[in-house]
Every structure is written in C-alpha cells, then in structure tokens.
C-alpha cells in the first residue's frame, strides 16, 4: 500500500534522524513527541505494563457496570466482523484493557503483542495507538499501520472512541483493531455509534437504578422505561409489568398479574433465577411464551429485591433484541428531523398540499409525492412519518435514482451470505427490513428499473420481504411513501412503468407546487431561510431591502426551495453590512426586470425552443448535466433523452 510505505518512511525518518515529515497528520506528529518525551522505545515488539490478577480482577469489579452494558452491543458489534481477523476491545480511562472479543486467529496475534487483559495501552505505555491517543485527545481517532509509533502494533489499523458518562467524564474506551490491510473510515463509524448506544445505556441504567432505591416495586415508574418489566413477590407471583412488557407478549396485565411467571413464560436462565437468587445481568435468552408458542429473543436482566435483610421479590427487565437494531438506526440518522412545523407557506395551493399530507399521515396508506425538484418531497416524506403512529419507528429513506440497478435490489431487500461475490459474512438485512415499525421512503421512484419494479410490487403486496440468494421470507410491517418529479401516468403510457404498481402507489397522491406556482410564499420562505441560516452561521438576522423580494419574484426558480435556500445562504455568507440587497445575488437574478408568469415559461419549454434551452442550460453549467438538469427542472436521465432526441453530443 503506497500509504503505508509513505508513513513508514515518515516513521523511520523520526525515530532515526527525529526529523518530523511536513505532510504528516498533526494530531499524529504531537502523540509521536509525546510518545517520545514518554521515553516509549519505538522498536519495542510487546507491550510493557501488564496488571497483576488481584488489581485485573478489582479494576473489573469497579468497571463491572460499564462491562455488563457494554457487553451485549460489543457482541453485536463483533457480529458484523466476524471472521474478517478484528478485535472488539473495550479499556478502562486509563488504557486498561478489561474485555476482548474476536477470532481465535487475531487474538493469538494480539497476545503475542500483549494486547489482553490487563494489559495498558496508554500512550505513557506503548506510544501512539488508538486507544492511549483517543484517551488523549477526548475523541474518536483510527490509527493505521506505521501512524503507530511501536513496531508492536505497526501490523493493525485501530479505531477506538472515550465513552463518556452523563456528565461528561471519560469513564472508558471502546476499540476495533485488524489488519492493516483492511482499513476503512467506516469502522470508526461504526464504532462511535456502539459508543453512543452504550452510553445511551448507562444513563438508562443509571436512571433504573435511581427508581428502584426510590420505589421497591417502581409501583409508578415502570411504564417510563423503554425495557419490558416485570416485578415479582417472594413466591415468583407476577404482581406488576408495564406497557412494554404486555406488548413484547402481546399479554394484557390481567392475564399475567397474580399468576406464577413460569406458567407465563418457559426460560431455564428463570428457573435457575427462582430457585437460587443469583443476579442475572444482560443475558442473551429466549423465552417461550406459552400463551402463544412464539420464541423471543431478548436480554435479560434479574435481580432480587429485599428490605432489609429480607427477600421481598425481584425485578425482571426484558429488552427485544430488535431494539437493539432500533437503536443502531437512531444513532446511525435513520430519523425523521422534518415536521409539518417547518414546512413554511401560506400559498392556497401549498397549503391544501399540507393539509392532504396530515391527513394522509393519520392512516398507513401509501402516499405518492409528485413534484419537481427542490420542492420539498423529502420534508413532506418527514413530516408525515412524524405526525403517523410509526413516529417512534424507524424512517429509512433510499434514492432509486441514486443507486445503480445492479446494487438497488440488494440495498432495498438485503442479502443472504454467498449470495454474490463480495456478499458480507451473515448477508445483510435490506431496507424494509431495517424499516419494520416505521416508514420507508422511496425517492425518484421513477427512475426504477422495470425488473426491479416487479419485486418491489410483489413485496407491497404480500407485505413479506425474502434476501437476495436466500428462500426464507420475513415479514414486515412498512408504511411506503414514495416521490417522483416525474409524470408517471406517462411512464405508464410510454411502458416505462408499470401500471399496477402506479395503482399500488397512488393511494394518496400529492402534488407539491413548485416555487414559481406559489411566488407568494416568496417573503415568508426569505424571512424564514434567513434566520435559520444566520443563527447556523452565528450572524445576526439581515436587513431585507425591498429590492431583493422585488427580483426574487421576478425570477422563474427553476430549482423551486432548495435553490431559494442555497442562494440566501450564499447572500448571507456575502453580506457585509448585515443587509440583504439585490446586488448579492447572481446577475441573472438580480438583473430580472419582468414580473414572472407561468406563461412565459410554459412557452420556453414548446419544441421550437427546447433545443436551444438545453443548450443554453448546459453551457451555462460548463457540462455539468447535473446542474443543467436541476436548472430546468428535470430529471437527470429526462436531460438525457432529451439530449438524444435532439441530437445534442
């Protein structure tokens, strides 16, 4: 690797001559001097420090609540490397490894090196690493390969991430190390998202553990919590769950409360809980519900309750593995920010738009946005996810138009392992699936191929979804809302989409007018645009002149909003004097004279001067057909056909 050769050429450069390369990372050249005013031997093949088995074995008793929470999502997380030579390694604040996952393979590699146990990581220890320069530096990092300043660990690319408490202390550091050869800034992602879940965690569990030194039964906090509860008398009667639990069994309070929890649910990690009173903590089990048959895997955690000395009953909580995934789709942005609150208008036309979309919201039928681009089809698809019941649920969006074909199948359904070359180790759930509970969001739905058109149909309809290569077929609960800027009863008429998908689709259609069909909305959209920009710019909210709502409605914004948007930011950026004129935007905005009319576009746009507009659109963007596109408010792939059809090379 040309990178590799390159640092290790800057390496050999300081720890001979002490000579630091110009080109080298600066937060890596400061851990090199630290690492050698800390008199770390850069040729060193081990680490140095290693604690003793009764300090290891107290320092994980002091870490045993940030182990046990840690534990589940680092086994999670070590599902999706597994077999790809990686280590999941989770250390104390001060460098401390205290728990390593990984294949028999890389974790005889890394005892070699002394990466175990116990061992100390820090900086002061072993010299620049992921995990001692995380420490340092109070943030995520990936170190690769000779950025190391030990030989010892020159062999591993590493991603590590503090894990702070609630108030901000570092109480931990969660790492990924591998091969070298197989860095990738993804896996810092990925870890920093398992950090966010387990801190996410710790303040749960932190606030549980509040709630039952204020209640012994949490007689009126159960139901706040996020994981199924049940609470239990001495005898393993169930006297209390909560909202959650009764949904995970799908059992109403009656029909448990006052009965033995073994004839609810059949676990032996219960029964051996019952009969000896020893503590459980983040067991992955299944529990068999007896009411129903139905298996669920969960993670569970038990524990006694007393008074005194005395044994009064436990506490049992319960959280759906699938939570977990949930999580992981929360913190990962597959969220929908975007509520009816922030779509601004007052236009007649718009507003019916927005009162369509609420009432399209209250039910799970599948909604068709239609509109050009820029005119807010992804802010629709938000708001109406936020105001549905499927709020809480995921929002998973996908551009059809942004993937290629051959990739798009296996992006929306997933994949079974071997399905193709270069399929991930387990396979990979698709879209829907990640989509189960909540919404997903098909943009540029008209961009779809026809083959791909039919699966799409055939998983709408029968509301199950099977992987790529796989036979199994899962079942999800998805609501669809799907947006185009194209005319798709042409589509249909042309054979480029499928009619019955169109009727699948168009349940509740929503034409979304563009900018020049609602110019009124112009004032209110600057007014709004230029505060929300300011603030985000940390300037204060401009002046307006008169002038600049003037030309502003005189131009045909081909772009519709997100043009609106991206040219006040620019007028804003520009401003000097904290004032908005006409002179801050571009010449063939700010030297618009005539008031704008549909009409007058709408004769633009006959044959006779189609040619000569395509032309002009692609010029003016130097041949950037992307631009050219958005500027006459196309479709890319609708540029192109026009571009053939006129014969323009």
């Known amino acids: 690797m040309k990178e590799k050769e390159r640092l290790q050429q800057m390496w050999e450069l300081y720890v001979k001559e002490g000579t630091l390369h110009s080109d080298l990372d600066p937060v890596i050249k400061n851990s090199w001097i630290r690492s050698k005013k800390n008199n770390v031997d850069p040729f060193q093949t081990t680490g140095t420090e290693k604690l003793s088995t009764r300090r290891l074995e107290q320092r994980l008793q002091e870490r045993s609540k940030l182990i046990a929470i840690s534990l589940p999502l680092m086994e999670a997380l070590y599902s999706l490397v597994r077999g790809s030579g990686f280590l999941v390694v989770l250390c104390d604040e001060k460098g401390y490894l205290l728990k390593v996952i990984g294949d028999p393979e890389p974790l005889a590699n890394a005892e ?137 069994l799908q059992i109403q309070a009656n029909d448990m409360e006052g009965e033995n929890i073994t004839k609810i649910l059949a676990s032996p990690e219960i029964a051996v809980f019952l009969a000896t009173n020893q503590e459980i903590a983040d067991a992955e089990v299944k529990l068999t519900v007896h009411k129903t048959g139905k298996p669920i895997s969960v993670l569970l955690n038990a524990k006694p309750i007393t008074r005194g000395n005395q044994l009064i009953g436990a506490l049992l909580t319960i959280k759906e593995i699938k939570r977990v995934r949930q999580l992981v789709n929360h913190l990962s942005g597959n969220q929908a920010k975007v509520t009816f609150h922030e779509i601004i208008g007052k236009n007649e036309k718009f507003l019916s738009c927005i009162q369509e979309a609420k009432l399209a919201a209250q039910t799970d039928a599948t909604v068709l946005l239609m509109g050009a681009s820029g005119t807010g089809k992804d802010l629709f698809a938000q708001a109406i996810h936020n105001e549905s019941s499927r709020r809480e649920g ?82 999800v609960n998805v609501r669809i809302i799907a947006a185009t800027n194209k005319d798709l009863k042409k589509e249909v008429q042309q054979g480029n989409f499928r009619e019955d998908l169109y009727f699948r689709l168009n349940v509740m259609p929503i034409q979304i007018p563009s900018l020049r069909e609602r110019s009124d909305d112009i004032p209110l959209l600057v007014a709004y645009f230029s505060g929300q920009i300011a603030a985000s710019l940390q300037k204060p909210k401009p002046k307006i002149l008169n002038e600049v709502i003037t030309v502003l409605k005189s131009y045909p914004w081909p772009g519709n909003v997100r043009e609106l948007n991206n040219l006040i930011e620019r007028a804003i950026v520009r401003s000097a004097n904290n004032e908005l004129s006409a002179a801050l935007f571009p010449p063939d905005i700010s030297e618009s004279k005539q008031p704008f009319s549909e009409d007058t576009f709408l004769l633009s746009k006959k044959d006779e001067r189609k040619r000569q507009d395509l032309l002009e659109s692609i010029k003016k963007f130097n041949g950037n057909f992307s631009k050219a596109a958005a500027y006459l408010g196309v479709s890319r792939s609708t540029l192109y056909r026009q571009m053939k059809r006129y014969n323009i090379r």
Request: glycine letters at 10%; charged letters at 20%; aromatic letters at 8%.
């Open 394 to 475: 995921p929002f998973i969006a996908i551009n059809c138009g942004g993937i290629p074909r051959d990739l798009l199948g296996s992006e929306l359904f997933g994949y079974v392992e071997g399905a193709f070359t270069g399929a991930r180790k387990g396979g990979n759930a698709g879209k829907f699936e990640l989509a189960d509970g909540g919404t997903l969001f098909l943009d540029e739905i008209g961009e779809m191929s026809l083959e791909m058109q039919v699966l799409l149909l055939r998983v709408l309809q029968n509301r199950e979804v099977a992987r790529i290569g796989g036979s199994k077929v899962v079942p």
């Open 112 to 248: 070699k090196i002394q990466f175990v146990r116990g061992a100390n990581w820090s900086e002061a220890a072993i010299g620049t690493n992921a995990i001692g320069t995380a420490i340092f530096e109070r943030r995520p990092i990936q170190i690769f390969s000779y950025q190391h300043y030990a030989i010892a660990t020159q062999s591993w690319t590493c991603s590590a991430s503090p894990i702070l408490d609630a108030a901000g202390k570092m109480i931990g550091v969660l790492n990924i190390s591998g091969p070298y050869e197989k860095v990738h800034p993804h896996t810092l992602g990925m870890i920093v998202s398992t950090v966010k879940a387990i801190e996410y965690e710790l303040q749960l569990k932190e606030k549980t553990e509040k709630n039952e030194q204020m209640m012994s039964y949490l007689e009126e906090t159960t139901n706040t919590l996020n994981d199924g509860i049940i609470v239990l008398n001495e005898k393993g009667q169930i006297i209390k769950t909560n909202r959650i639990l009764q949904q995970i």
